[in-house]
C-alpha cells in the first residue's frame, strides 16, 4: 500500500504560479511512477504529467507542457507540481496518484494509487 497526500494547493491570479507537493508513506517511493491528474467540475479526471520512479523520464499533457514541471525527491518520499503561467483553464482539483508500472500511462486506470486532491482556482 502507498499513501499520498496532496498539499499547495489555493488561489491565485492568471499568469502566477504555485507548486503542489504529494507526499507518500508505505512503500518504496521510488519503485512507483508517480502521476499528477486533475478534475474540473463536471469534466471526466484529466492525465497532467508523470515522472518515472528513478525521476529520469517525464512526460506532459499538451495543455501544460512549457507551464509545468513535474519532479521527485526519493530521499523525501514527495512528489511536486511546480504550475508557471497558470490559466483560468487550469483550474480543477488536483490528485497526484502511482503505479507500480513504470510504462507511459495516461488513463487514471494506470495508477493504482491516489491522494484526496487539492483544489486549484485560478482567476482572471
Known amino acids: 500500500q502507498v499513501q499520498l497526500v496532496e498539499s499547495g494547493g489555493g488561489s491565485v491570479q492568471a499568469g502566477g504560479s504555485l507548486t503542489l507537493s504529494c507526499a507518500a508513506s508505505g512503500r518504496t517511493f521510488s519503485d512507483y511512477t508517480m502521476g499528477w491528474f486533475r478534475q474540473a467540475p463536471g469534466k471526466e479526471r484529466e492525465f497532467v504529467a508523470r515522472?518515472?520512479?528513478?525521476?529520469?523520464?517525464?512526460y506532459y499533457s499538451d495543455s501544460v507542457k512549457g507551464r509545468f514541471t513535474i519532479s521527485r525527491d526519493n530521499a523525501k518520499n514527495t512528489g511536486y507540481l511546480q504550475m508557471n503561467s497558470l490559466k483560468t483553464e487550469d483550474t480543477a482539483v488536483y490528485y497526484c496518484a502511482a503505479s507500480q508500472s513504470q510504462m507511459i500511462r495516461t488513463s487514471p486506470y494506470g495508477y493504482d494509487y491516489w491522494g484526496q486532491g487539492t483544489q486549484v482556482t485560478v482567476s482572471s
Open positions: 515522472v518515472s520512479g528513478s525521476a529520469r523520464g517525464t
